[in-house]
């Protein structure tokens, strides 16, 4: 019987050693891969580091034309990671491509529901000054952003305070494209409520078009982000049908040349016009 319990423990403690053996080849599989992760991450910091530190340093003196500064001392698109101005030219116009008919639709059914008596036309009204009002908007959060933040910035190594300016922007247009997906860093959901309670006919429309609403608060939030910013164009209507601004709107007539509704805004890069407003005539 003694020795049966005896060599019931010597198995025991066999099976418990081989099972601390792989627990620790496991363990040491985790570390290993633990580690090549912590130097992933400090590579990356170390990476991003050196780059913010070079955008500083290049951001000296207006005329400077390192990377991302222009010759007139302007900004130019920083990050790498941000969308660059014509790739927000084209979600602009595959917007109005492919959900300007549903957006139209929505606000009819919308309209159905609500028993407001709009006609087509200022449903488009509508949707100019939505857009009107996303842009403006998003202009101000962006402000209001860089306004609370700025003060906290500070760059001992100059005492010219252009210099610093300089630099500031700089760092804040980087970090603010770097960042321009973090919802929890920049919330866009005040922006859009904003919109919808000033647009009286959207405060209370259904998700679907509040999903498109956000959809051009986010579009116009890349505008206001671009470095030099991409601005919306709208255009007054007592004008001229020209071909050099303007794009006419399918249902227009194409024998006239008055410019009777704005139905779309254009965008504008550097005062150049890199999409055409689409008009009625």
Known sequence: WY?????GHCKKLDSDLRM?????????GEITRMRKQLQHAQSALSDKNQRIASLLNGSAAPGNSSPGMLDDGSIASISSSFPLPTDIRAQFIDFYNQR??????????????KKHKLTERDWRDVVVRTWKTAGDACIQHCKAFRDRVSHTIQFASTKDPGKAQRCRDRFLANYMQLNHQNRTQFDLTPVENHVVRQCVYLEDAPAKVRRLVSEMVWLCWLCT???PRIDLFVPSEVQTFNGRE?????ASNPDSDRVMEIVWPGLKYKDELIVKPKVKT
């Open 246 to 250: 303007h794009e006419r709107f399918a």
């Open 3 to 7: 020795q049966r319990r005896v060599h």
């Open 225 to 227: 982000l671009c470095e």
């Open 100 to 113: 300007r008919l549903d957006l139209m639709e929505a606000l009819d059914d919308h309209a159905e529901v």
């Open 20 to 28: 601390l053996q792989e627990n620790s080849i496991t363990q040491g």
